[in-house]
């Protein structure tokens, strides 16, 4: 058995625990979490014990392409611009920047990431890294030819994906078990081309030199996927920064579970997804990074503190939840994410000079962690 004191535990899973004390076995499963005892002959760590985070959607090969797409003209031109960037980038350049993104993860303590993947690039890599990884073999027209080892298959968008497809995509994840995902609701252009098939991405689809794939649905996506049944506990709904009250009513309804990703939709479209309204309504979302052409970092820490900056009525407890304990129960790993007996989550320490009076608050606000014990024991 190893234990661990320090000034303060925050679980994720319940009040931080003030000189508290977590008993991890050698595979890193946590055994008891407590307050010190005065038997203890442990010296404390001074600052704050927290579990490894969890970051629910990223893009990492799209990390070679930080830079090359504008800021704030939505998302058909944030498209635009990523395809440019995709022609102009050699796969050495984007193998090498998926490596250091991989890195960059696992030093801003990521336990476990939801990526979305088109080339398979970053696979090896998150085993190499020991960061574990539920990776979405996202295709546009239809089933990938050669589906990717360890990798579940993913619609890309209601508006790129013929309808056949995301159902496909979403009944194999239901009936494996595992989980899909897929971009809903993510700006107005969205709309506006469900609906009538006009606007910006009309525009896109020219700029591929590609035809639209399906019938226009003539409604948004949130009720069109609904209908198609492909809403549901087995798809990650990805984004929902355009989501209407009627809309979140539905996503509700179904369990959909929802990931935000809040400085990718200000960076694309100048608007971040209503937090406040999603809590108020019995949501638990989870927190995602999306890439690097959209976002500045892969830390979902920055992400809670961003969002703190816009929302700073929302508790910074849930924020830390958002970041870790919520992004693992919408990925279906509820062993990650929360220091809790029989999880095994990894831990990371943020250090402080003196113990903090709201460790979640400082957490949130100051201070970068490092890692203790890593998903799986290590030190």
């Not at 990805?238 to 309804?253: F, G, K, N, Q, Y």
């Amino acid at each position: 058995m190893r234990l661990i004191a320090a000034d303060w535990v925050v679980t994720s899973d319940g009040p931080p625990v003030r000189s508290g004390v977590v008993v991890t076995d050698d595979a890193g499963t946590i055994v008891e979490v407590r307050p010190r005892r005065e038997s203890d002959d442990l010296d404390p760590l001074r600052g704050v014990v927290l579990p490894g985070l969890v970051n629910a959607h990223a893009h990492v090969e799209g990390s070679a392409y930080a830079g090359k797409v504008e800021r704030g003209g939505g998302i058909a031109a944030f498209g635009q611009g990523w395809m440019a960037a995709r022609r102009e980038t050699s796969f050495d350049d984007v193998h090498r920047a998926a490596r250091a993104a991989v890195d960059a993860l696992v030093d801003c303590g990521t336990a476990l990431v939801g990526d979305v993947t088109n080339t398979g690039v970053a696979l090896p890599m998150f085993a190499d890294a020991g960061v574990a990884a539920i990776v979405f073999h996202e295709s546009i027209g239809g089933p990938p030819d050669a589906p990717f080892d360890r990798a579940t298959p993913a619609a890309h968008t209601p508006w790129s994906s013929p309808p056949e497809w995301i159902v496909a995509a979403y009944r194999a994840a239901a009936e494996s078990g595992a989980l899909t995902s897929l971009h809903v609701a993510e700006h107005a252009d969205e709309r506006r081309f469900l609906l009538d098939g006009d606007g910006p991405i009309r525009d896109l689809f020219r700029f591929a030199g590609a035809a639209v794939p399906f019938p226009i649905p003539g409604r948004p996506s949130v009720p069109y996927l609904a209908d198609l049944g492909a809403l549901g506990p087995f798809a990650l709904a990805v984004h929902c920064a355009d989501a209407t009250p009627a809309e979140r009513s539905i996503l509700r309804e179904r369990r959909s579970p929802v990931v935000l990703c809040p400085r990718s939709n200000d960076y694309i479209g100048g608007r971040l997804p209503d937090l406040p309204a999603f809590l108020e309504e019995g949501f638990r979302p989870a927190l995602g990074t999306d890439s690097l052409a959209s976002s500045p970092s892969l830390d979902v820490l920055e992400e809670a503190r961003a969002l703190h900056a816009v929302f700073p009525e929302i508790s910074c407890a849930t924020l830390l939840a958002m970041s870790t304990a919520w992004g693992a129960a919408a990925m279906g790993r509820p062993s990650w994410g929360a220091i809790r007996p029989g999880a095994a989550p990894g831990l990371l320490l943020a250090p402080a000079v003196d113990a903090p009076a709201d460790p979640e608050k400082w957490l949130v606000e100051t201070c970068p962690p490092r890692w203790l014990v890593r998903p799986g024991g290590a030190g």
